[in-house]
């Protein structure tokens, strides 16, 4: 028992108070919406039309047929705001740039338009209001058109408009993890809308929408399976059945890619090698690139996790990536693919002994010495940072390391690390963070953005490719979660896009335009990021998160003492990574002159980055002046209570927009405001153990009002250890060994309204339950059948029960009855009783 004088002894007590409303904060059972491309940010435009406007295709292309679909959902918004009313009649036309110069001679149009690029115009023609979209092919049409509703959608006056786009980018990709068996890698949205039982799946209405929802932001390619397990995806079966997804996503401009595994040729081609140089492999994969072909003439190209993580590659034979990616690249050249070719390329056997090993190095150590060898459609696929879609990582040096060699940067729209979709993460701004963020290469200004448009080196082809592993329920799960895939398509259309922008547009297009819900949205999305790093991962930890397991919940030492190489090497004095020159691994000198200088001093080094790069004493001060300890805990603080803000701005938009959002929402960010708890406590306790340096402000190790589940009077429930122990309060917490268990304590505090909070853990495998009594009388029940992560107690299924304006005086006898259903113990951590409104 920690705080609080409450004794476990079995008493009667008079009950006088009631209970107020009470509130599940635990997440059931998950969305099921019907997928559609209108639940996200394309929504039903142009229910009634008060203007008469025609929308008119000019060539017979489904592009441009598309395109006019679009528009006529959304004619009268844009006849309204290009000016037009009822009384005049407005026309929207929609072709290629050539198309437009032939129907309309008299349209002052520009020369040329740049590949997928459009423009925008808007006259009075012999009276009436005609709004012009001419693409540099139907393609960019079709951009044009999304562009056009997007602007109508945000009340943008088009009266006046003549604008052309194109986007700064070739390569706009999303990635999908997605195995034949229907599962989906790191996606937290269900099973796949591709594939079901080892097939492409009858149904593929999903995939157009989803291909419509990629064209609306300008995303050209999808590639469609997993970076692992992707041999069976070659074989001819399924390249007729792959065809199909072609097929769906072919009207709107999206390109299939596909995953290949490097050991093709042996696991399915029946060669006894897959040695890259090998004549008979090469022949093999000429020949199958051929066949690929034959089943689908546009396929965007392969992409390739080769030598990575139990993936075979051309290592095997002492060869190089640029030896595996020139062969597919050859292969795929007559066609017009191109190479993906993740620099994801590390060995995951480090020894953890030796100061010197860091995973951080490998892309660069591997792939700049290659800079120049690459076949001239190959793109070397970087991730953002150097080790894995982490809270905060440095940007990766490669960037800056590949002068002769086409560049795509990796970033993950699913949330893996990031809180996989229960929490909300509007990733955009780490993003931006990464493109805006000037490398110094060469000594002049080469911001990563740049950098991947080909524009500082000179290179053809580059882009950005999203991790989106979407699924069945919603798309990405959760409805906000929405805004990330939008702000991936607008970065990497335009890099120069502010992040607050993309998060206003997104939430006018999806939840309306009233300026209170777009001002409070578009805040909640810009603070999300910031709390997510502050309740997790503080000053370049990475995510302190269960690294060999789920990737959610904290595990702090998970990351230690294994080969993954996501080290932190926290002991009792000092915490982080020596990755300078003189002293540690050599990782900062792989950035180019500037950089390596300031990252190699820890005193010049940001604080955010501080111990990704150095290896420093708690006391250690950071540039901000608060010890590194101090630090850890106050960002954890801040972080928990900016996390309860985000429900808390979410409840005052109730009444305002849909409900089903609303209600989602609600569930969820209750939900992530208790995770954030979690996160600080685990977080906050093991450093305090760790350190032995107190928290200045008191916080840490002190929790008023709160009763440990093993102080109470128990029966038939047993005390056991959670690992880590740093997920459960003083490390220990209770579980039903029998059917039926409780737990009890006496209040003898000062009498008064309160917030109880019940800590328990959902374990999935059962559905337990609990009720919740005072003096006898029932206050609250509840089902424990949310899906969280984790067979075992573990802050990946800790989650809470918050009853709100509970009164209690000196003497009540409070009582927990878990039920244990099957795999589930009804397990819980603590209660904690707090004066009403405290709990947020
Ligand atoms: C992460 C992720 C894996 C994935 C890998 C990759 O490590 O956890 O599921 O396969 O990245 O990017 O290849």
Not at 161 to 170: K, V, W
Not at 306 to 323: I, L, M, N
Request: with cysteine; aromatic share 10%.
């Amino acid at each position: 028992m920690r705080n609080g004088r409450v004794s476990g002894h079995r008493g009667v007590g008079k009950k006088i108070g009631f209970v107020g409303a009470l509130l599940a904060m635990a997440m059931s059972t998950e969305v099921a919406w019907a997928q559609t491309a209108d639940q996200a940010w394309i929504r039903g435009r142009g229910a009634h039309d008060p203007v008469d406007a025609r929308v008119r295709a000019l060539g017979p292309d489904p592009l441009e047929q598309r395109a006019a679909d679009e528009l006529e959902r959304g004619a009268s918004g844009i006849a309204l705001a290009s000016g037009a009313d009822s009384q005049k009649k407005a026309q929207i036309v929609v072709g290629t740039l050539e198309e437009l110069r032939n129907a309309y001679p008299a349209l002052r149009l520009p020369d040329h338009l740049v590949a997928d690029g459009f423009w925008l115009g808007s006259s009075i023609q012999q009276g009436n209001r005609l709004i012009a979209i001419a693409g540099s092919d139907s393609r960019g049409a079709l951009y044009g058109a999304f562009d056009l509703l997007r602007s109508a959608a945000m009340h943008r006056d088009l009266r006046s408009m003549s604008l052309a786009e194109s986007p700064a980018m070739p390569i706009r990709w999303v990635d999908e993890w997605d195995n034949a068996d229907g599962s989906v890698e790191r996606g937290y949205a269900g099973r796949s809308i591709f594939f079901d039982g080892g097939h492409v799946r009858a149904d593929l209405k999903p995939v157009s929408e989803y291909a419509r929802l990629l064209a609306s932001v300008g995303i050209n390619g999808c590639n469609i399976n997993n970076v692992n397990n992707a041999a069976v995806f070659l074989e001819p079966q399924m390249l007729k059945e792959v065809a199909r997804i072609a097929d769906a996503m072919r009207p709107w401009g999206v390109r299939v890619g596909l995953s290949v595994d490097i050991a093709s040729p042996q696991k399915i081609g029946g060669l006894k090698t897959y040695d890259p140089v090998d004549p008979e492999v090469i022949g093999w994969w000429k020949r199958k690139v051929d066949e690929v072909y034959a089943a689908i003439p546009d396929l965007a190209g392969f992409t390739v996790k080769a030598d990575s993580e139990g993936q075979p590659g051309p290592a095997s034979y002492g060869r190089t990536p640029a030896d595996a990616a020139n062969v597919l690249a050859n292969a795929l050249a007559p066609h017009g693919g191109v190479v993906l070719y993740r620099a994801f390329v590390y060995n995951h056997h480090l020894d953890w002994n030796d100061a010197k090993a860091d995973r951080a190095r490998a892309a660069y150590d591997i792939f700049h010495p290659l800079d120049g060898k690459f076949a001239p459609n190959v793109i070397v696929q970087v991730k953002e940072g150097p080790i894995d879609f982490q809270t905060q990582e440095p940007v990766s040096p490669l960037f800056a390391g590949l002068e002769k060699t086409n560049q795509a940067m990796e970033l993950q729209i699913t949330q893996e690390y990031l809180g996989q979709q229960r929490h909300l993460v509007y990733i955009a701004p780490m993003w931006k963070w990464v493109l805006d963020f000037d490398l110094r290469a060469q000594n002049r200004t080469t911001p990563v953005k740049e950098i991947i448009a080909g524009k500082t080196f000179d290179r053809p082809l580059g882009g950005m490719v999203g991790v989106a592993s979407v699924g069945q329920n919603g798309w990405l799960g959760s409805p906000l979660a929405l805004a990330n895939l939008y702000a991936f398509g607008r970065l990497a259309w335009e890099p120069n896009l502010t992040v607050e922008q993309i998060a206003e547009e997104w939430t006018r297009q999806t939840l309306g335009n009233d300026p209170e819900v777009v001002r409070t949205v578009t805040a909640m999305l810009m603070q999300s990021w910031p709390a997510y790093l502050h309740y997790t991962g503080p000053l370049g930890m990475q995510t302190l998160t269960d690294i060999t397991g789920s990737h959610y919940g904290p595990n702090i030492e998970a990351s230690e003492n294994n080969g993954w190489g996501q080290w932190h090497r926290a002991d009792h004095e000092a915490v982080g990574m020596d990755r300078s020159v003189a002293t540690g691994t050599g990782y900062a000198g792989q950035y180019p002159p500037e950089l390596a200088r300031k990252y190699e001093d820890a005193k010049t080094t940001p604080d955010e980055l501080l111990t990704f790069f150095h290896h420093v004493p708690y006391t250690w001060k950071l540039l901000d002046g608060k010890t590194v300890i101090q630090y850890i805990y106050d960002s954890h603080y801040q972080g928990a209570e900016e996390a309860a803000r985000l429900g808390q701005e979410w409840k005052t938009l109730e009444g305002k927009i849909d409900p089903q959002i609303y209600n989602e929402m609600h569930k969820r960010l209750e939900y992530q405001a208790g995770h954030a708890f979690v996160w600080r406590d685990a977080i906050v306790q093991y450093f305090l153990k760790l350190s032995g340096i107190p928290d200045e402000k008191g916080r840490a190790g002190h929790y008023p009002g709160r009763y440990e589940a093993e102080n109470a009077k128990l029966t038939g429930y047993k005390v056991v250890g959670v690992q880590p122990w740093e997920d459960a309060s003083g490390g220990k917490a209770v579980s039903c060994a029998e059917t039926n268990c409780s737990a009890e304590w006496r209040y003898e505090e000062k009498a008064g309204r309160f917030d109880v909070v019940v800590q328990y853990f959902d374990l999935q495998g059962g559905d337990a339950k609990f009720a919740f009594s005072v003096n006898g009388k029932e206050e609250a029940k509840w089902v424990a059948d949310a899906k969280l992560p984790s067979r075992t107690l573990h802050g990946d299924n800790t989650t809470r029960y918050v009853m709100r304006g509970l009164e209690l005086k000196p003497g009540d006898r409070i009582e927990l009855e878990g039920v244990a259903d099957a795999k589930d113990p009804a397990a819980f951590d603590y209660i904690e009783v707090t004066p009403v409104s405290s709990v947020k």
